[in-house]
Every structure is written in structure tokens, then in C-alpha cells.
């Protein structure tokens, strides 16, 4: 696990990783590896995968300088799971009232947010 780019808080402990796209509140869509932690999700985006392509900061989320994305779960107000056809997202809510989508394609999104929820 060499190229995990984050370091893990005292007591954290992996949970799982899945690749799937992410949807910031600002817009735009990044195709990038989820890692699930019990005190955090840890987004690291590989690429812009949108015509718009902005970044919008919220206060309780963490950017890095290489795209990567920090939300504690201590953040999360809800999670929301949206099921089509080709489409099985996880939307969280944050305290702040941002909406964040993570979306695994056609593939199950269940175990994600069981993940999600776990502490």
C-alpha cells in the first residue's frame, strides 16, 4: 500500500477502497479510488473526468495539493442512496449542508455505504 497517499489518524483502520466518480457540491466529476476508513472517507481523484471541472471548498472538507479529498464521517449528517439503471450513487449531507455524490456506475453501492456508516 505503498501509494496510499494519506496518512491515518491514531486509531483509524481501513475499512475498504472501491473506484468510483466523484461529484463535489461546486460541480464537476472525478473519476478516482474511495478508501473508507472508521473516522474518515479519503478521496484521492486522478482525473477531471467533466466539461466544468471546478472545485468548490467547503469548510469541513480538506483538498490536497495532488486532488485528494478529506471528509470525516463525524461531518456526515445523512446518506441518501439513489439507485438506476446504470447509476447507484451515495449522497452525503454534511453539517455544513453540502451535498457530496459518489457515484459506483451500474455496480452495487451497498456495501460502500455500509462502509460509510460504520464508525
Same mark, same amino acid.
Given at each position: ?16 477502497? %472501491?473506484? $468510483? ?9 472525478? #473519476?478516482?479510488?474511495?478508501?473508507? &476508513? #472508521? ?5 484521492? +481523484? ?5 466539461? @466544468?471541472? $471546478? $472545485? ?6 480538506? %483538498? ?8 470525516? @464521517? =463525524?461531518?456526515? &449528517?445523512?446518506?441518501?442512496v439513489e439507485k438506476s439503471f446504470l447509476a447507484k450513487k451515495a449522497i452525503l449531507t454534511l453539517t455544513d449542508g453540502s451535498k457530496h455524490t459518489f457515484n459506483y456506475g451500474a455496480l452495487n453501492i451497498d456495501k460502500v455505504v455500509? =462502509?460509510? #456508516? +460504520?464508525?
Amino acid at each position: 500500500m505503498s501509494k496510499f497517499p494519506f496518512d491515518l489518524l491514531q486509531d483509524e483502520t481501513i475499512i475498504d477502497t %472501491w473506484t $468510483l466518480l466523484y461529484t463535489p457540491p461546486g460541480g464537476g466529476k472525478y #473519476n478516482g479510488k474511495l478508501t473508507i &476508513t #472508521n473516522k474518515r472517507l479519503l478521496y484521492d +481523484a486522478k482525473y477531471d473526468v467533466s466539461a @466544468k471541472g $471546478l $472545485l468548490s471548498e467547503a469548510m469541513f472538507i480538506k %483538498w490536497g495539493s495532488e486532488g485528494y479529498l478529506q471528509i470525516s @464521517k =463525524a461531518d456526515i &449528517t445523512d446518506v441518501q442512496v439513489e439507485k438506476s439503471f446504470l447509476a447507484k450513487k451515495a449522497i452525503l449531507t454534511l453539517t455544513d449542508g453540502s451535498k457530496h455524490t459518489f457515484n459506483y456506475g451500474a455496480l452495487n453501492i451497498d456495501k460502500v455505504v455500509v =462502509a460509510i #456508516n +460504520a464508525r
